[in-house]
């Protein structure tokens, strides 16, 4: 025979009940304070986010005066073209975007042109995107850049679509390059677990939930996701190649010259990289190359600073120097289209 719970024991069980909610309370709010403090810090070398939301291409970034025109690009031109003019764009992510408005390709591309055609007028827009990958260069061309009018459209990827799988790798995607963080844009995946408890708790608590995000990566079998992403390198570079040859089909039809550039990227870092990433992204560039050989618009110019030392900054950019050998190397391939 079962007693009820004495009036008195029920009472100090649920003080007891209440205590642990509180404290847990307590310190998950001080955690988050403290992690929010953290990440501050840590966070605050880096570059505010200068972009605003835009339909199909998730992103584009945001106009500011004597830097970026009315559709985010570091150009001074506008969708306006004089008589006259030979207009070539530049697309890519941040190689292509640069730094410095004189030090970027397509400045030094415009001044090259200019020296070696002086009896012609070129104008050369920078309309770089850095994060793009070349599906959203390809949707931001047809619903934006063609209408600037371009007589050409160079562009210089490949780095951006090599590492999108890296970034994405702990969160697969169905499709083989899809834009970085792209678990960011499920917007239908999202709504559905909006309102699940741990969506609620997370969203109470985001720094707490960039703390289990970061433990859940730590503790992942690396090897094997770069085991797995090694293993899709044929359909990545058949993915990649073939969203290269629609840019050029689309341009075709507009009567735009479309010319490719695969950019370097510096394998020279490989004693400071994980090894097992290092293999996984060099064997996928090079299938990546290997799709593209049979493209006649496509330049292969990853071993252009193979010989020359210090040009790198990181893995993919280049110091001023190395932005105007890929202009003048650039301004080689376009010289037969010009002429």
């Known amino acids: 025979m079962k007693y009820p719970m004495p009036e008195k024991k029920r009472h100090l069980v649920w003080l007891r009940i209440k205590q642990i909610l509180i404290i847990t309370c ?129 562009s210089i990827d490949g780095y951006n679509d090599l590492i ?31 309102n699940s408890l741990s969506s609620r708790f997370f969203g109470l608590f985001s720094n707490i939930g960039r703390l289990a995000d970061y433990l859940y990566r730590r503790t992942a079998n690396e090897q094997q996701l770069y085991e797995n992403l090694a293993g899709n390198k044929t359909l990545i570079g058949l993915t990649y190649a073939n969203r290269v040859g629609d840019i050029y089909d689309f341009c075709k039809s507009k009567n735009i010259g479309y010319f490719h550039f695969l950019q370097p990227v510096n394998w020279g870092l490989k004693s400071k990289l994980n090894e097992a990433r290092n293999n996984c992204l060099q064997q996928i560039y090079k299938e990546m190359q290997l799709q593209l050989d049979t493209c006649h618009y496509v330049c292969n110019i990853t071993p252009i600073f193979d010989t020359v030392k210090d040009i790198y900054l990181d893995e993919c950019h280049v110091h001023p120097e190395g932005n105007k050998i890929i202009a003048k190397t650039i301004a080689v391939k376009l010289e037969s289209t010009i002429q």
Request: overall charge negative; glycine content about 6%.
């Open 26 to 154: 307590i310190t998950l709010v001080l955690s988050e304070i403290a992690l929010g403090i953290y990440f501050r810090i840590k966070d605050r070398d880096l570059i505010e986010a200068e972009t605003t939301d835009y339909p199909y291409f998730y992103f584009q970034l945001l106009p500011e005066a004597g830097l970026r025109n009315t559709d985010g690009f570091k150009t001074q031109y506008d969708r306006n073209k004089n008589p006259g003019i030979t207009r070539i764009a530049v697309t890519g992510g941040s190689v292509a975007y640069g730094n410095k408005p004189e030090e970027t390709i397509a400045y030094f591309l415009e001044k090259q042109l200019q020296q070696t055609y002086p009896y012609k007028k070129f104008e050369v827009i920078n309309a770089g995107v850095p994060a793009f990958v070349v599906e959203q260069e390809f949707i931001m061309i047809q619903l934006v850049l063609q209408y600037y009018k371009p007589d050409i459209i160079v």
């Open 164 to 194: 999108s799988g890296d970034i994405n790798r702990y969160y697969p995607s169905p499709d083989a390059i899809p834009p970085h963080n792209w678990r960011d844009f499920r917007s239908i995946e999202y709504n559905s677990r909006k």
